[in-house]
């Protein structure tokens, strides 16, 4: 995978965009590549956290702009840009969607356009101190495409979304920690060993609750809240039977650290 870096640290997967000279800016390669992997996440039960982050200074551009541009001289219609995104582009978020693993996004710089939209789909989101956010889309004349202008309100609320995509404006890493775009702000040498500490103690810890909790946030966001029990009431009973609930109750009454076994 050549413009997509794919490894395996323990537990924990890292997925890093790989064409530092373009601003990893997305090619069809890369959002096959970047689908594979999060597949492989995904279907891995020994894979138990991922991380994604950029090579180079730019976390990423988002599209190609220069691409876009001679596709559109060259005719391209209406019919094959959508086509592009929800046969291409839009894989990434649906498939993120199915993945109940932590999902961590460490943005090592800029983060604009549909770049921006896809650190909005981690679950944690750390940045360096360098990092900054734009939704640029309207400065070409353009609308978001990749789910920002569904993910940012439900972030930060509907006025600043709105703002930052009216005006496409860049956000720098204290704002966007301010905001609540971003978990934390941390200087760029400690970025990456911060995003895999935190990948590490989740791929360490319990894991089918932590994979739970995952999903029981995610239908709360859409259920409501007699529904939102059912389900935890049934979570409960799943969790209730694993191995790793057992050590650790039996752990706390040892007073002792508990040792998970993911299962």
């Given at each position: 995978?050549?413009?997509?870096?794919?490894?395996?640290?323990?537990?924990?997967?890292?997925?890093?965009?790989?064409?530092?000279?373009?601003?990893?800016?997305?090619?069809?390669?890369?959002?096959?590549?970047?689908?594979?992997?999060?597949?492989?996440?995904?279907?891995?039960?020994?894979?138990?956290?991922?991380?994604?982050?950029?090579?180079?200074?730019?976390?990423?551009?988002?599209?190609?702009v220069k691409r876009?541009?001679?596709?559109?001289?060259?005719?391209?219609?209406?019919?094959?840009?959508?086509?592009?995104?929800?046969?291409?582009?839009?894989?990434?978020?649906?498939?993120?969607?199915?993945?109940?693993?932590?999902?961590?996004?460490?943005?090592?710089?800029?983060?604009?356009?549909?770049?921006?939209?896809?650190?909005?789909?981690?679950?944690?989101?750390?940045?360096?101190?360098?990092?900054?956010?734009?939704?640029?889309?309207?400065?070409?004349?353009?609308?978001?495409?990749?789910?920002?202008?569904?993910?940012?309100?439900r972030l930060i609320?509907?006025?600043?979304?709105?703002?930052?995509?009216?005006?496409?404006?860049?956000?720098?890493?204290?704002?966007?920690?301010?905001?609540?775009?971003?978990?934390?702000?941390?200087?760029?040498?400690?970025?990456?060993?911060?995003?895999?500490?935190?990948?590490?103690?989740?791929?360490?810890?319990?894991?089918?609750?932590?994979?739970?909790?995952?999903?029981?946030?995610?239908?709360?966001?859409?259920?409501?809240?007699?529904?939102?029990?059912?389900?935890?009431?049934?979570?409960?009973?799943?969790?209730s039977g694993t191995?790793?609930?057992?050590?650790?109750?039996?752990?706390?009454?040892?007073?002792?650290?508990?040792?998970?076994?993911?299962?």
């Amino acid at each position: 995978m050549s413009e997509l870096l794919f490894e395996r640290q323990g537990g924990v997967a890292v997925i890093t965009l790989n064409r530092p000279d373009s601003g990893n800016a997305f090619t069809l390669e890369m959002l096959a590549d970047w689908e594979r992997a999060l597949r492989e996440c995904i279907a891995d039960a020994a894979i138990r956290a991922v991380v994604l982050t950029g090579a180079g200074r730019i976390f990423c551009s988002g599209g190609d702009v220069k691409r876009m541009a001679r596709n559109a001289a060259a005719g391209q219609g209406p019919w094959d840009r959508s086509k592009y995104l929800t046969d291409h582009v839009h894989r990434i978020p649906l498939t993120v969607l199915e993945l109940d693993k932590p999902y961590l996004v460490a943005v090592n710089g800029a983060a604009t356009g549909a770049g921006m939209d896809m650190a909005l789909m981690g679950d944690l989101r750390f940045a360096a101190e360098s990092a900054r956010f734009a939704e640029s889309y309207i400065k070409v004349g353009f609308v978001a495409g990749d789910g920002g202008a569904w993910m940012l309100p439900r972030l930060i609320g509907t006025p600043k979304a709105l703002e930052m995509l009216w005006t496409g404006d860049f956000v720098a890493a204290a704002e966007a920690e301010r905001i609540g775009l971003v978990n934390k702000v941390l200087p760029d040498a400690e970025l990456l060993p911060h995003t895999m500490a935190v990948a590490e103690r989740l791929a360490s810890g319990p894991t089918v609750a932590i994979r739970l909790m995952k999903r029981m946030v995610r239908q709360g966001a859409a259920s409501s809240f007699p529904e939102a029990l059912a389900f935890a009431a049934s979570c409960v009973g799943v969790v209730s039977g694993t191995e790793d609930y057992r050590e650790a109750t039996a752990a706390f009454a040892e007073k002792r650290k508990p040792a998970f076994q993911g299962r």
